[in-house]
């Protein structure tokens, strides 16, 4: 329901776009309710059960071992990916809450709190192509939402590539000017 506390949350004043309010109010009526574990817990328990689910949904199979990419040119610009694919392929699992696992299947749009996230995979490994952000919610049972894959394609991002590994290699370049500076080295 939409009560009186509630309408902040799904009143657009400004723009066309969606609030978070809306997707609650889908999600309350075809998901189970949360129960009281930490989003990070949750998304770390459901991370392998999304990998095989990704693995089922598109024959591909995918190595999960602990590791850090960093770039050959400057180690300090690196990401730890939930699974390889291949040289050219990632995966990125998204265990989120109801309301942004529906917002990200509705609009088809990995959430602007992680597009970053994607895009440094695509920086740190220049042979990677494609980074599949697999999205998976067992609390929608046995709907199509429950996963689902939004592929971020580097041709689709080569100009956000571009300027993001500029302003890290730029933003490395000061913070080691100013460790040098302070430790005179």
Known sequence: KITGSRLKDILVKRGTGKKKGYYELIAERLAIAPDDESPMDRGTRLESEAVE???????????????????EDNQSIAISPDGVVSDTEAVECKCLSSASHLEAYITLQVPSEYREQGIQYLIVNEKLEKVNFCFYDPRFGDLKCTFFIIEMKR??????????????LNTLAEIDKIVNEISGF
């Open 53 to 71: 689910r990704f693995e089922k949904d598109t024959g591909k199979k995918v190595v999960r071992e602990l590791v850090i990419w960093s770039r």
């Open 155 to 168: 041709e689709d991002v080569a100009e956000e590539i571009a300027e993001y590994l500029a302003y890290q």
